[in-house]
């Protein structure tokens, strides 16, 4: 069993940035697909990004194309959310997710592992 915690969270102004942060508790961190998925009070749950295990593959919602990065150290068991020019619409729980097969599934429901997620808000 995989554990994941997400950090970064917090509160920013529109426009604004943050980085969120997620550590896995095992090293076989390395070979899982890692997404980022986030859910607004009120609506449902919904693919951010995703990243292959060794970094070279990433996937984006077309609404945080050029705005936010994934990345990840796998030395470390991180995996990264960079989110920039955030917009009071993105205030959201962010969940991370891993997943066993290394794909980068958009269906949430595909994951393996779910982190409690960490509370980013953005202020107009």
């Known amino acids: 069993q995989v554990q994941l915690v997400e950090s970064g969270g917090g509160l920013v102004q529109a426009g604004g940035s943050l980085r969120l942060s997620c550590v896995a508790s095992q090293r076989t961190f390395s070979s899982y697909a890692m997404g980022w998925f986030r859910q607004a009070p009120g609506k449902e749950r919904e693919f951010v990004t995703a990243?292959?295990?060794?970094?070279?593959?990433?996937a984006y919602a077309d609404s945080v194309k050029g705005r936010f990065t994934i990345s990840r150290e796998n030395a470390k068991n991180t995996v990264y959310l960079q989110m920039n020019s955030l917009k009071p619409e993105e205030t959201a729980i962010y969940y991370c997710?891993?997943?066993?097969?290394?794909?980068?599934?958009?269906?949430?429901?595909?994951?393996?592992?779910w982190g409690q997620g960490t509370q980013v808000t953005v202020s107009s």
């Open positions: 990243i292959s295990s060794s970094g070279r593959r990433t």
């Open positions: 997710a891993a997943n066993r097969k290394n794909i980068l599934y958009i269906d949430g429901n595909s994951y393996d592992y």
